[in-house]
C-alpha cells in the first residue's frame, strides 16, 4: 500500500512505495541488499526538518529511529558513539547526564544526528564549524549492501567526503562526534540598529563565542544575541517568564502576528515595528537549553553561507532589494558565523562563513522572493544549505566546491547503481 510523509514546513511531499522501520542495523543491511537487487531506491529520511526535498523518495523509505541513543563514550578521546538515529534533543540530554555536551548547536534540535550533518546543519561561532566536522567516525551501508567502517584510521578517504553527503552514499547507521565538557552560557539579547551592527560586524562576531543576529524587515533594527562560556552559576529566565518570553511570544504570539500578516499583508510592516520592542535581558543556562528552542511557527527557509567579509554588503543589498521591489516580509533574516572547516561538501569548507536566512510564513508566497535573494547571494559566492530551498543545479555547484568531484567520485565507488538517489541528488550532484 502506497504511504504518504511530508517534510516539517509541509512544502515537500512523498508517496514512497512502502515506509519501513527496521530494528537493527542487520535489517537495514538485508533491506538495503534486497533494493539493490531489485533496481529499488532507498532513501532514509531524518526528523524530515530539509526545506529541499532531500529526504523525498518514490522508492522505499527506511526509518533508522530505532538505531539511537549513545552506544559508548571515550572520555580520553572525548568523544561518543551514536546511534545515527539519535535525536539532537535526546543527545543533548544523554550527554548532560554524563556532564557532556556539544560544542555548538543549531537553534533546533529536533533532526537526527546523521539528518544534521548529511546536510552540513550548523549553529553560530567564529570558532567553530559546522556539525559535520565534529564526526571523528562512522559507519554506513553502502549502495552494495556493505556495512563500511570509516575512521581516521580505516577508509578515512570515505570519512573525509562522508560528513557532508546529502544521503547520496549510503545508510549512515552509527557516528562518532566530539563532545566537550558541559558549560554554561551567558546569553545577552538586545536589539540594535541594523546599521551599527553592520558597522560594527567584525567586532562583534569575533569578540563572542557565539554571536548571531536577527533584522527584523521594514524596521531599522536587529535583535542581537551573544552568548559567551561562563564559569557563573546558573540564572535561567524564571519559569513563567522563560515560557512567556521563548514559548508564547516567540511562538503563539509571533505566530498570531504572521496570520494577521497573512491576511492581511498590508499590516506587515506596522506589525513589524511590535517585533524589536522587546528590551535588552540577560540570563545564564547550560549551553544546549540556550543553543536550540522550540520552533512551534511554521515557516519555508533558504539560508546561504558566504565569506565573513562579504556580509555587510550582502546584507544592504538584500535590505535595498527588499524596499525596492515591496516585498512584505513577516520573518526577521537571521545572521550567523561559523569558522571554516575541511569537509568538502560543508558550507563552510576552508572559509570563515557568515549565513544569511531568509523565511516567509507557511503557506505565503515565497518563490520570487527567495530568487531575488540568491540572485544577489549568487555573486558573492555564496553556497546554499543542502536542507533548505534553494535552486542551484550540480554544474554551478561544482564551481562553489574545490572538492566537488572527488565527492561524486566516491558516489561512483559506494553507490554505483544510484540505490541512494532521489529527485534531489539528481539534481545537485547529476543522475
Ligand atoms: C525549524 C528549523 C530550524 C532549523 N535550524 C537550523 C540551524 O539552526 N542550522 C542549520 O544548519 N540548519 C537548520 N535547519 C535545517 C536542518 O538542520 C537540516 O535540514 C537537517 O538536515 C534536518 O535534519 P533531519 O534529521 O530532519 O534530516 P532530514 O531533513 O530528514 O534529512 C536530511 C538529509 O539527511 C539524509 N539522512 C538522514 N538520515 C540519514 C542516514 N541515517 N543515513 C544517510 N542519510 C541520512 C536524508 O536522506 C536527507 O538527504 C533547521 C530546519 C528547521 C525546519
Not at 562512522?138 to 556493505?146: F, I
Not at 497573512?262 to 522587546?278: H, N
Not at 544546549?288 to 562579504?310: D, G, Q, W
Not at 540572485?375 to 562553489?400: C, F, N, Q
Request: glycine letters at 6%; hydrophobic letters at 40%; charged letters at 25%.
Amino acid at each position: 500500500m502506497a504511504s504518504t510523509w511530508k517534510n516539517w514546513a509541509g512544502n515537500e511531499i512523498a508517496h514512497p512505495t512502502s515506509i519501513e522501520s527496521p530494528r537493527s542495523e542487520e535489517e537495514v543491511v538485508s533491506i538495503v541488499r534486497s533494493a539493490a537487487d531489485r533496481g529499488e531506491k532507498v532513501k532514509i529520511p531524518g526528523s524530515g526538518h530539509s526545506f529541499t526535498p532531500a529526504a523525498v523518495t518514490d522508492g522505499r523509505m527506511v526509518r533508522i529511529n530505532a538505531l539511537s541513543g549513545i552506544y559508548s563514550i571515550d572520555r580520553s578521546r572525548m568523544e561518543v558513539r551514536v546511534g545515527a538515529g539519535t535525536t539532537l534533543s535526546d543527545l543533548n540530554r544523554l550527554l548532560a547526564a554524563e556532564g557532556l555536551a556539544m560544542a555548538n548547536l543549531g537553534d533546533i534540535a529536533y533532526q537526527t544526528v546523521a539528518g544534521a550533518i548529511s546536510t552540513s546543519t550548523h549553529g553560530t561561532g567564529v570558532a567553530l564549524p559546522g556539525l559535520a566536522a565534529q564526526v571523528t567516525a562512522m559507519r554506513m551501508v553502502d549502495g552494495h549492501g556493505n556495512l563500511v567502517e570509516c575512521n581516521s584510521e580505516k577508509n578515512s578517504e570515505i570519512l573525509d567526503v562522508a560528513r557532508v553527503s546529502v544521503g547520496a552514499l549510503g545508510a549512515i547507521t552509527e557516528c562518532t562526534i566530539r563532545v566537550v565538557d558541559a558549560f554554561r552560557l551567558h546569553a545577552h539579547e538586545q536589539p540594535m540598529r541594523l546599521d551599527d551592527v553592520l558597522d560594527n560586524i567584525d567586532e562583534l562576531r569575533l569578540s563572542n563565542d557565539h554571536f548571531e543576529f536577527f533584522w527584523i524587515p521594514h524596521t531599522k533594527w536587529a535583535l542581537t544575541k551573544r552568548n559567551n562560556r561562563t564559569d557563573e552559576a546558573l540564572d535561567p529566565l524564571p519559569k513563567v517568564r522563560g515560557w512567556i518570553e521563548k514559548t508564547f511570544m516567540e511562538n503563539f504570539a509571533f505566530g498570531a502576528v504572521c496570520k494577521v500578516g497573512k491576511m492581511r499583508p498590508a499590516l506587515i510592516p506596522r506589525l513589524a515595528t511590535a517585533l524589536p520592542s522587546s528590551g535588552a535581558r540577560t540570563y545564564i543556562n547550560d549551553s544546549y537549553k540556550i543553543f536550540a528552542s522550540p520552533r512551534l511557527v511554521k515557516f519555508y527557509e533558504m539560508e546561504h553561507a558566504l565569506p565573513a567579509a562579504s556580509l555587510a554588503p550582502a546584507l544592504r543589498e538584500i535590505r535595498a532589494m527588499v524596499e525596492k521591489k515591496g516585498y512584505l516580509l513577516n520573518f526577521p533574516v537571521e545572521v550567523r558565523f561559523t569558522g571554516p572547516d575541511d569537509v568538502p561538501l560543508s558550507t563552510g569548507y576552508q572559509r570563515e562563513s557568515a549565513y544569511i536566512a531568509v523565511h516567509v510564513y507557511k503557506g505565503m508566497e515565497y518563490g520570487p522572493f527567495f530568487k531575488d535573494v540568491e540572485d544577489i547571494l549568487r555573486r558573492y559566492d555564496a553556497r546554499p544549505h543542502w536542507g533548505k530551498v534553494h535552486h542551484r543545479e550540480k554544474d554551478e555547484l561544482s564551481t562553489l566546491y574545490p572538492r566537488f568531484n572527488d565527492f561524486l567520485s566516491m558516489r561512483d565507488r559506494l553507490d554505483p547503481q544510484r540505490t541512494f538517489s532521489n529527485r534531489y541528488t539528481e539534481r545537485i550532484f547529476g543522475a
